[in-house]
T-cell receptor
Framework: DGGITQSPKYLFRKEGQNVTLSCEQN?????MYWYRQDPGQGLRLIYY???????QKGDIAEGYSVSREKKESFPLTVTSAQKNPTAFYLC???????????FGPGTRLTVL | SQELEQSPQSLIVQEGKNLTINCTSS?????LYWYKQKYGEGLIFLMM???GGEEKSHEKITAKLDEKKQQSSLHITASQPSHAGIYLC????????????WGAGTKLIIKP
């Protein structure tokens, strides 16, 4: 089955530690995205990638980093510089940039 | 996002009743997406509207984009418990480099 997976579903980290969230897709999509969702708010774009080895900052990129070394994978690192990292993180992909996006199940990150 | 307002923020509806959710923009939309999210999960694509006056239906859900392309409504007929969740609209504006901008979501609860 084609789809997009994120792991882990729940993640706990101590303040000051970097943490990497995984996102993998087997839909052969060129574009991939990372969003952050906070209670009562819409999705906010962190980073997006139009193609392998290319990525662009979204609206709230500070304190985050990404890589796109393979078409299938777009991991997100939440660094210690991110002031309020506790949130629900969603990864998405689309056949090309800004077309219909397919979402993963999300990772809930809690920083203690 | 202030560019895109969803109303109401939350809605409690008796099972079997009809309901409408709105998504309003102050600017002309290039396209409008509707997604549904179960709490703590990823988003599921419902419909995409692009032409003024366009209307699409899937099972008991109908979405419409007004002629001016500044407002969309999502109508559910004879609501069922499976309709419960958060409904999000995402809009593409031509002057935002075609990036998807998201509404804050409408939380729908179906009372048995």
């Amino acid at each position: 089955d084609g789809g997009i997976t994120q792991s882990p579903k729940y993640l706990f980290r101590k303040e000051g530690q970097n943490v990497t969230l995984s996102c993998e897709q087997n839909l052969n999509h060129d574009a991939m995205y990372w969003y952050r969702q906070d209670p009562g708010q819409g999705l906010r774009l962190i980073y997006y990638s139009q193609i392998v080895n290319d990525f662009q900052k979204g609206d709230i990129a500070e304190g985050y980093s990404v890589s796109r070394e393979k078409k299938e994978s777009f991991p997100l690192t939440v660094t210690s510089a991110q002031k309020n990292p506790t949130a629900f993180y969603l990864c998405a992909s689309s056949i090309s940039l800004w077309n219909e996006q397919f979402f993963g199940p999300g990772t809930r990150l809690t920083v203690l | 996002s202030q560019e895109l307002e969803q109303s109401p923020q939350s809605l409690i509806v008796q099972e079997g009743k009809n309901l409408t959710i709105n998504c309003t923009s102050s600017k002309t939309l290039y396209g409008l997406y509707w997604y549904k999210q179960k709490y703590g999960e990823g988003l599921i694509f419902l419909m995409m509207l692009q032409k003024g006056g366009e209307e699409k239906s899937h099972e008991k859900i109908t979405a419409k984009l007004d002629e001016k392309k500044q407002q969309s409504s999502l109508h559910i007929t004879a609501s069922q418990p499976s309709h419960a969740g958060i409904y999000l609209c995402g809009a593409v504006f031509q002057d935002s480099n075609y990036q998807l901008i998201w509404g804050a979501g409408t939380k729908l609860i179906i009372k048995p």
